[in-house]
C-alpha cells in the first residue's frame, strides 16, 4: 500500500503512539449517521431488554435527580445488523490495523445513549486485569450525535498510557484519582456525527453529565490484534457475562440474566 492509500498517515500513527488518542474526522458519511440514529432510536423501543436484571444493559443516575436510568446495551451488535456492520467496516478495522500493524479483531462492542441529565463516568482505563484480557485492546468511538463538554463527551489524558496499567492486578474494575494523572491535560473528544476517536485500553478517560437537552449516543466499540488472542469476541463476552453475575451476587442481585 503505498502512503497516499495507507487508511492512517506515519504523522497520525506516531501522535497515536505518543498521546494514546487520535481523531479521525468525517469517516462516516450523513446517510451512514442517520442509518445509525434511527438504528438506536429503534434499540431504545426495546422494552422486552431493557431490564433492570438483564446484563446487557447498563444503568446511569440522573445527575440531579438521581433516578436511575437506562444507559447502555452492552453488547450490541447481536441486537443490530446496523451497528455490526459499523464495527466490521473496513474503514474502522484498516484504521485499527494500522496502528497495530496487522490485523485487528472486534473485541467487544456497546452503544451508549446518554440522555439528558445522565451522569458520566468516573476515571478509569479500560484494561481489566484478567488473564486472557487483550493488552493491545483499543477503543473507537463512533459518534452518532455531537459530543462536547456541554453533553458529557469522553475526555482522555494524553501520554498516560504509556505507563500500562494504573490499577492493582486483581481482575476488578477500578476508577483512576485525580493524582494518578495530569488532570490539568485532559482532553474533551469533541466529534461531530460520523467522527471517530481511537484510544488505547491504558488511556485514561472519563466523561462529566450530559447538562445538555439532548442525547449523547456513541457506539464504543473495542478490538485487539490478530497475534493478542485472535478472534476472541464470543469468549470475550462468556467471561464477561460471569464476571458481572458475580459483581451483581455481591450485592445480593441473583435473578439476573443476558438476553
Ligand atoms: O460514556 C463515556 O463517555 C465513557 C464510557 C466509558 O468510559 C466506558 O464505557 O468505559
New binding site residues.
Partial sequence: MDSSSAPLNQGQRDRYQADGFLVLRGLLGESEIAELRAEAERLLQRTDLIDSDNIRC?WQNHAETGECRF??F?PVIDLSAVCESVARDPRILDAVSALYGEPACLFKD?L?F?PPGAL??GM?Q?YISWDSFPTSFV?V?VAIDA?DADN????VFPGCHQQGCLSPRDGMYHELTEDQVDVSRGVVLDLNPGDIAIFSGYTP???APNRSDQW?R?L?LSYNSMSDGGERREQHYAEFKTWLQDRYAEYDKVNTFFR
Avoid: P
Fill in positions: 447498563r444507559d447502555c452492552d456497546k451508549i446518554k458520566g463516568y478509569h479500560d477503543t468511538i459530543a458529557g463527551a469522553t475526555e478517560h472519563r466523561s449523547r456513541l464504543y
